[in-house]
């Protein structure tokens, strides 16, 4: 009789006034055990009577949650993944209990991301549909099962998704559009996509320690790609600037985070500045927030990195411009000065045009940029010395009076004659110095300052490629 029993029972929870008496007849932890059974039946009406009784009374809930209804719920969805009942049952329950910060923790040791994801990619009716976005949504919510998620696919999911439904002008579509949108945001503002990145940033490092100087890895940007391609970034740019009116810092942060992971692969660089993203986050650069000036520095440097015609727009921008010197020069927030002269740098190494030369000279950008040869950190440094360069290649008349106010050749010397300069380093002053040459009262300085004799000791440095450099810089100096 335990089957018609517990149908009874979800039948007369239905009666907002009957789950009272159910609870203190005790019938929730009786009917708990009847989740563990292998009659589909009895765990269709079981699931439901539980669920009816514990809606909306968080103490029930939690205790659920306490006992292991987890656990059995998430079994349920596995066994029986092709019972539209059944599924339905079990989603409701989750979809109930995923707003516990409890149920999150106990979901995050299951395989439950898997199942949702194959739900996801089987549900054909938009209510169904709906259940598994609400669910979903609910544990995006959470690190760990956001990075679960990602792992079971559930963004090329989703972009099918949106694919097939864009342009639909039916009403239920658009629901189905947007929440399915709602999570791909909620998914790029939290840790799963920047995990990858920190990952092959540990590799390049150790890379780098052995030696292995300016090797560069391919960043696995799928997934980032298809996001950008079915409208993701308006998404994105949308909550930003909601949230620049209403001061929410963390949302700020956030959303700054996921546009700089999209910026990543090249093509999507190309149809972020094609689409005024660049032009859109600048509203940020009133911000008086230093962890939102970050972001929004690194956003604006991923954008313009291999990108010459974002480099040029940025580095006419007075705005910017100005900006930038401020933060250049804010010492008490070392991230956010490192990251306004690293997007300095950045404009000028991609950048081919003499405007641009002169207005991060009209600006006084470039003795910050000479500082930071100096900087203690060598990629930093490299930055600083191939953007002088490059410069130096397009209008070495307009930087040459800058160049000899913040004493760039004196700076160049100390960075060849220490011994803790690295091989890259070396390298790339040399090369700033070969440009500077072309220059009378710059090579006047030079040779004053008796580089000369540090170029020939460099002639048999241990690496090759600085003695190859001092060789050529000495035949540039001598005038060969």
């Known amino acids: 009789c335990a089957v018609k029993a517990a149908q009874v029972l979800s039948e007369i929870a239905k009666n907002e006034e009957m789950k009272k008496p159910c609870i203190e007849a005790d019938l929730v932890p009786t009917l708990i055990p009847l989740l563990e059974s292998t009659d589909q039946e009895m765990l269709l009406h079981a699931g439901r009577a539980i669920g009816r009784i514990c809606y909306d009374n968080r103490n029930l809930q939690e205790e659920l949650v306490k006992v292991g209804v987890i656990t059995s719920l998430v079994r349920i969805l596995t066994d029986y993944a092709e019972s539209e009942q059944l599924v339905h049952v079990d989603l409701l329950a989750l979809c109930n209990l995923a707003e516990l910060d409890t149920a999150k923790e106990a979901l995050s040791k299951t395989k439950v991301a898997e199942q949702l994801v194959k739900q996801l990619r089987r549900a054909e009716s938009h209510e169904r549909l709906e259940i598994v976005f609400e669910v979903l949504q609910a544990l995006a919510e959470n690190d760990a099962l956001k990075v679960q998620l990602v792992e079971a696919g559930v963004q090329e999911v989703l972009s099918e998704l949106l694919l097939r439904l864009q342009g639909s002008s039916q009403a239920e579509d658009t629901c189905i559009v947007k929440a399915a949108s709602d999570l791909i945001v909620s998914l ?274 241990s690496n090759a490629n600085v003695v190859k450099e001092a060789v050529t810089t000495l035949q540039v100096l001598r005038g060969e």
């Not at 660089?269 to 650069?285: D, N, P, S």
């Not at 690194?298 to 006419?316: K, N, S, V």
């Not at 710059?442 to 580089?451: C, F, G, H, V, Y």
């Open 188 to 461: 790029l503002l939290g840790e799963c996509y920047m995990q990858l990145q920190r990952q092959e940033q540990r590799l390049l490092l150790i890379l780098q320690k052995n030696g292995k100087v300016g090797y560069s890895l391919p960043f696995k940007d799928g997934n980032c790609v298809r996001m950008v391609q079915v409208g993701v970034l308006h998404q994105l740019l949308d909550l930003l600037e909601k949230h620049v009116e209403s001061g929410d810092i963390s949302v700020q942060h956030a959303a700054l985070s996921a546009l700089r992971n999209l910026a990543i692969p090249v093509v999507n660089k190309v149809q972020m500045l094609e689409e005024g993203v660049a032009e859109r986050i600048q509203a940020l650069l009133r911000s008086e927030m230093p962890p939102v000036q970050f972001k929004l520095l690194g956003t604006l440097r991923m954008l313009t990195d291999g990108q010459a015609d974002a480099a040029e727009i940025l580095g006419q921008d007075p705005m910017l411009l100005n900006r930038l010197v401020q933060w250049c020069n804010a010492n008490d927030h070392t991230g956010v000065c490192g990251e306004a002269n690293r997007l300095l740098a950045s404009i000028l190494r991609h950048n081919r045009s003499q405007e641009v030369v002169k207005a991060i000279q009209e600006a006084q950008g470039v003795k910050h940029l000479v500082s930071m040869t100096t900087s203690e950190h060598a990629a930093m440094q490299n930055e600083a010395l191939n953007a002088l360069a490059i410069a130096s290649a397009i209008d070495l008349e307009t930087l040459e009076e800058s160049f000899k106010e913040s004493q760039l050749v004196q700076s160049l010397h100390k960075l060849l004659q220490d011994d803790n300069t690295s091989p890259e380093v070396k390298y790339n002053s040399m090369g700033l110095l070969c440009s500077l040459l072309n220059s009378g009262d710059l090579r006047q300085e030079i040779e004053e300052d008796k580089i000369k004799e540090t170029l020939e000791q460099l002639c048999s440095h």
